[in-house]
């Protein structure tokens, strides 16, 4: 080892930082409980053992550090931090063991798992109290220093106006699945950040109408050691071992640092795109398992103070999230770790905001849930974090996880009542009618009252986690055995009806169900109040085969298919017509909940529910489960003002969903209506496209139509 001047460093910022000017890198590691820490250099050639053991001398409170001369970006790291190894104390130092940055922003590669990943001797009888002295470097990835400088062209992007959530259409999506069989792209790009950063793809997204791409998992994941064993991956990317570095796998020009770059193109090109960024984050747990599983980083590092463990006996972690661990966001440095990673990836990285996954866990208190949480004070509070969007998964899998509706004024929440209510009507169950109307209108039984607007509610029907679209209607079972888990795992509910016949059929009568039931489920997602999420690859009508849990199928099950036959490119472009038509359309995106009320002077309610004959709904409805529903929302009627402060109106809408097999009769209210939606796949007959008042109309069972108000006679 060379010897060379080291400087004790600053203790701010934590992590690896570039210092140009002094050509050097100021390194910084939070450890409590530490008593010495190492840092290790690697060559980029060789990584079995370190170039260079470099200990830091300096420690200010918790925080160990050190600036070290002469490296500079593209350099590798890693460190080594001594202390007691005793689990039943919550303790597992182990000073063999190669340990990643948590404020690394990249990593070099992927874990490649072997017995020695471990802090305990795999096999031995004592389990984890046992302990293993091998060395690891060659399996684990480094820390990569990097060159943060990018030059963006969406320069001072934060204080630039907002797509409001009114506006909002979010389309959820994966990084590589978007695009790995895209033939019009470089075989090198498919399946990366470029491939989505293309011209090709942002001209796609731009023609569907979305606003808003919501992406999956792209912080550094973990394949976990059973899927590997099963010779499968892990796809979706809901396990991470890091919360800076962008996910490596998906850089087109590999991983020193090239990862941070692609990904800042991406989101710069869809900045100039119009469109925003919203990124899937993890923040509830990482990949080291519970007590028996692997020492990466943050376990060895400071394993009590960065997760939850029984208080009654420290061996073991509390899991509220089904994955072993729980990280501790009760402890001042892993919450610090937790909001920097976030600030980092809106003022670094540009994103537009975040979509948490499992959000229950991070207000976890020992064994509550706690609204009031440190967390979510903190954000509140936080000058960068209450202005970007922030969208909670309201559970997680601990007792009184199920949160819907609970979040924060700020946030708003994926309404999982919605999609399994609208789910539930277009199968054919009976849905109390209360039920029903309350989730069409922007949910308020669960967000009014909260100063809440309708956009609290994210509003789906699919989305990654359970069936696609093409899939809801096509399979009343989960058909996962590709997973290697014995079709035990996904939900087993998923309230879908398959039209007769359980997967693919050459049966045009099923076939043409399967397309009209498609429709309708589109339909009621862009009439419904709150903001709209469609499932990448529904409007293509992606399949996944009948599996509702492809978390582990990074291969053709998963990846979008692009050849499109004529019926799949009409159900793209009937797609395109519904976020044209949500757009056009302020009545479907009121910032108010209706009010059942005459408003402003008007003889007219803003909403009317009525009967099949005619009269309106009344309180024996109202309590009665029903699987039809019609309404009147009235365009003229809506209590609010525009950017420039003029008064919002519409034209008025009459809905019609019937949910049952069977048809309908229905009397036409005041007016006479103009078809504009509907679900056939091929045009309506005449007498379904004008109907008047007083009028008898059938409508076919399984139906949604949409009607205009042209004249109010």
């Known amino acids: 080892m060379k010897d060379r001047p080291l400087k004790p460093g600053e203790p701010y910022p934590l992590g690896a930082t570039w210092i140009e000017e002094e050509d050097g890198v100021n390194f910084v590691l939070f450890s409590e409980n530490a008593t010495k820490v190492e840092l290790l250099t690697y060559s980029q050639t060789r990584q079995d053992e370190p170039k260079e053991i470099i200990e830091l001398r300096q420690r200010t409170g918790d925080l160990w550090h050190v ?94 106006r907002k797509i409001p959530f009114k506006d909002s259409i979010i389309y959820e999506t994966h990084i590589k699945g978007i695009t790995k069989l895209r033939q019009d792209l470089p075989e090198n790009v498919r399946g990366t950040f470029l491939g989505l950063a293309s011209d090709t793809m942002i001209d796609y997204l731009k023609d569907l109408g979305i606003t808003t791409v919501e992406i999956m998992p792209i912080q550094q994941f973990v394949d976990e050691r059973f899927i590997v064993d099963k010779g499968l991956k892990n796809y979706w990317g809901y396990n991470p071992i890091n919360y800076f570095s962008p996910e490596c796998r998906y ?18 090109s869809l900045h100039n795109a119009g469109l925003e960024v919203i990124i899937d984050v993890v923040y509830n747990h990482t990949a080291e398992g519970n007590h028996l599983g692997p020492t990466l980083s943050f376990k060895g590092i400071d394993n009590s103070s960065y997760y939850m463990l029984d208080p009654k006996n420290k061996r073991y972690y509390i899991d509220f999230t089904g994955t072993g661990n729980t990280l501790n966001l009760s402890h001042p440095r892993v919450l610090q770790l937790v909001l920097d ?35 979510f004070v903190a954000i509140q509070q936080d000058p960068i974090l209450s202005q970007v969007k922030l969208i909670a998964e309201p559970w997680d899998v601990g007792p009184g996880g199920y949160q819907v509706g609970n979040f924060p004024y700020l946030w708003a929440e994926w309404n999982g009542k ?82 007769g016949v359980e997967g693919e059929t050459n049966d045009s009568n099923i076939l043409y169900c399967r397309e009209k039931q498609r429709r309708n489920f589109v339909i009621t997602l862009f009439v419904s109040q709150g903001i709209p999420m469609i499932l990448g690859g529904d409007e293509i009508g992606r399949t996944q085969k009948g599996n509702n849990n492809a978390f582990c199928q990074d291969n053709e099950t998963s990846w979008y ?55 309106e709904v ?34 008025t809408f009459l809905i019609i969903l019937n949910g049952a097999s069977t048809n309908l009769k229905i009397k036409v209210p005041h007016g006479k209506w103009e078809l504009v939606l509907h679900p056939y796949p091929h045009e309506p007959s005449n007498d379904k496209k004008i109907i008047e008042n007083n009028k008898e109309v059938e409508i076919d069972g399984k139906t949604a139509l949409i009607y205009r108000r042209i004249e109010f006679q």
């Open 67 to 160: 600036f070290v001369p002469g490296l500079r970006p593209g350099q590798l790291y890693g460190y080594r931090v001594y202390g007691p190894y005793k689990p039943e104390e919550g303790l597992r130092f182990n000073p063999n063991k190669v340990l990643i940055d948590p404020y690394a922003k990249a990593i070099n590669g992927l874990l490649l798992w072997d017995d020695s990943v471990f802090g305990y001797k795999i096999g031995d009888q004592n389990q984890d109290l046992s302990f293993d002295e091998r060395k690891d470097d060659k399996f684990i990835p480094k820390g990569v220093i990097i060159n943060p400088y990018f030059d963006w062209e969406d320069e001072h992007f934060f204080f630039r």
């Open 251 to 268: 850089s087109s020009s590999g991983c020193l640092g090239n990862q941070v770059i692609e990904f800042k193109k991406l989101v710069n």
């Open 341 to 375: 990673s976030l600030r980092y990836w809106v003022l670094e990285m540009h994103v537009d905001g975040f979509r948490f996954d499992l959000a229950s866990a991070l207000a976890r208190q020992l064994y509550s849930v706690n609204m009031l949480s440190t967390f």
């Open 418 to 499: 919605y999609r399994d209510t609208i789910r539930r009507f277009w199968r054919g169950d009976p849905v109390p009618y209360e039920e029903l109307a309350n989730r069409l209108l922007g949910s308020p039984d669960l967000y009014a009252g909260s100063n809440k607007t309708p956009f609290a509610s994210i509003n789906y029907i699919t989305s990654h986690d359970g069936f696609t679209l093409q899939d809801l209607v096509s399979y009343n079972q989960k058909h996962n055995e590709a997973n290697k888990l014995n079709n035990e795992d996904g939900m087993n509910e998923n309230y879908s009806w398959n039209c």
């Open 561 to 615: 298919d692009w050849n499109l036959d004529e019926n799949r490119v009409r159900f793209h472009d009937f797609v395109r017509r519904l976020t044209n038509f949500y757009k056009a359309h302020p009545i479907f995106r009121r910032a108010r909940y209706f009010q059942g009320k005459k408003l402003h002077g008007s003889p007219l309610k803003d909403v009317t529910w009525l009967k099949p004959d005619g009269n």
């Open 618 to 651: 009344d309180d024996s409805v109202w309590k009665s489960p029903t699987n039809h529903i019609i309404y009147i929302l009235e365009g003229s009627a809506i209590d609010e003002i525009n950017y420039n402060g003029e008064r919002i109106a519409d034209d």
